[in-house]
């Protein structure tokens, strides 16, 4: 089969009637065509088939089916990371003389593509409170394009009331675009309460193992698709088909992972709230936490898989808590199969003056959990430690 004059050309595949049950890996750039008919067939989509890999490949299709699946959406796009998703939604769908309404506790970068970029192009912006729907409202005006929302804030887990802020925007013409990705469709279908468009980080808990960087968004109406696809692909904001088949892979447990974790959370936070030294507890599903009612509402008996809680004795208790958590991996994401530890005040909110953070509730003593599958017993026996190491 193989050429003998030349190691240079490609051999080919074996041939096989029995076929591969995991997810084949296709890592091509380019694809060949018969003939220039046939690439004409290809381009005016009388026949499917993949050119090349920016505008589209099979792990990609394979990986965005199965979020389509989960989100009850249809066309979805993955791309090259949660904020090249943002990116697209962005700057595929306003242009300069467009407003954009959006959370004013939204992912750090996405706060700053409003602050900085949308308005140096010509795009104004103005950020609101996301839990209170007058807010939102007294911030659209006739020429506002969209409203950018996450469900749930980082780091306080504040629940935004979206069933309200979806009336809002469709009273104005404005396309409601939800960040679904601390919820995730396991807690919350944003598609079944008014949403436009869902984008993901899928580098988090869909993905699931901290390997893979990648985003996916889905837009309802079929016109909104074309431009989001095509401000992706010509800025070069696709997926790498490695990515995307490691985050099929990880997949595959989504379901099983999230309700190990969110069952996991739900026990961590209320053992946290019992030990000494811890100033306070935030978990949508405790009765204590602020949006207790509108957390039921949406996300029905879904907590999710982030806990917040806060302990006495400022910056030196927050290092002696981390070295004593030695075990849990104390870095800035979240979604990763293990718990991990962080600190906003140090990584996405260090941008904020120490008054601002403490507007918001953060402060030297905040931390964030992202938790894992562990067993339960486990993280509270851990956390039980470094809380009682921190206060000395
Ligand atoms: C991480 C994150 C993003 C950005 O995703 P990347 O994959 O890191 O680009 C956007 N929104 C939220 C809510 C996130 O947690």
């Known amino acids: 089969m193989s050429d003998p004059k030349t190691s240079v050309r ?27 008919d046939a690439l004409d067939a290809q381009y005016e989509r009388r026949t499917e088939g993949y050119t090349y890999a920016r505008e589209g490949h099979p792990n990609a299709a394979v990986l965005a089916q199965k979020i ?20 697209a939604v962005m700057l595929g769908l306003c242009r300069a003389g467009d407003h954009v309404v959006a ?5 750090g970068r996405s ?18 409170d996301p839990t209170d729907p007058d807010a ?7 020429e506002t394009r969209m409203v950018l929302l996450e469900v749930v804030s ?13 009336a809002i925007a469709a009273r104005h013409g404005a396309l409601l675009v939800i960040d679904n990705t601390f919820t995730t469709p396991r807690a919350f279908k944003p598609f079944a309460h008014g949403a436009d468009i869902v984008i993901h980080s899928v580098t988090k808990m869909l993905a699931g193992h901290s390997d893979a960087t990648l985003g996916y968004v889905a837009a309802r109406d079929p016109e909104l698709r074309g431009p989001i696809r095509d401000f992706a692909v010509t800025a070069g904001l696709t997926a790498s088909p490695f990515d995307c088949w490691l985050a099929e892979r990880g997949l595959h447990s989504f379901e099983l992972r999230y309700d190990r974790a969110e069952s996991n959370a739900a026990t961590l936070a209320d053992h946290i709230a019992t030990l000494p030294g811890v100033t306070g507890v935030l978990y949508p599903q405790r009765p204590d936490h602020p949006d207790h009612a509108t957390a039921r509402r949406l996300l029905g008996s879904r907590g999710g898989h982030m806990v917040t809680f806060g302990i006495e004795g400022g910056r030196v208790a927050a290092n002696a808590l981390v070295e004593a958590a030695e075990n849990i991996p104390f870095a800035p994401t ?19 003056t120490p008054e601002a953070r403490a507007a918001l509730g953060i402060g030297e003593g905040t931390f964030r959990v992202s938790v894992g599958v562990e067993p339960a017993e486990l993280l509270c026996a851990e956390f039980a430690t470094a809380i009682a190491a921190s206060q000395g």
């Open 10 to 36: 490609r051999t080919p595949w074996p041939e096989s009637v029995s076929r591969p049950v995991a997810t084949p890996l296709q890592p091509s750039v380019v694809y060949a065509s018969h003939s220039p």
């Open 68 to 87: 389509d699946a989960l989100e009850g959406a249809e066309g979805g796009l993955v791309t090259a990371s949660g904020m090249a998703s943002v990116t």
């Open 103 to 107: 959370g004013d506790q939204l992912y």
């Open 111 to 128: 706060l700053r593509m409003l602050a900085e970029d949308l308005p140096r192009l010509g795009v104004e912006t103005t950020l609101a």
């Open 136 to 142: 939102i409202a007294a911030a659209m005006r006739p």
């Open 154 to 166: 980082n780091p306080t887990l504040r629940v935004c009331d979206i069933d309200a802020v979806a």
């Open 334 to 352: 979240l979604g990763d199969i293990g718990t991990t530890l962080s600190h906003p005040a140090t990584s996405s909110h260090r941008a904020l």
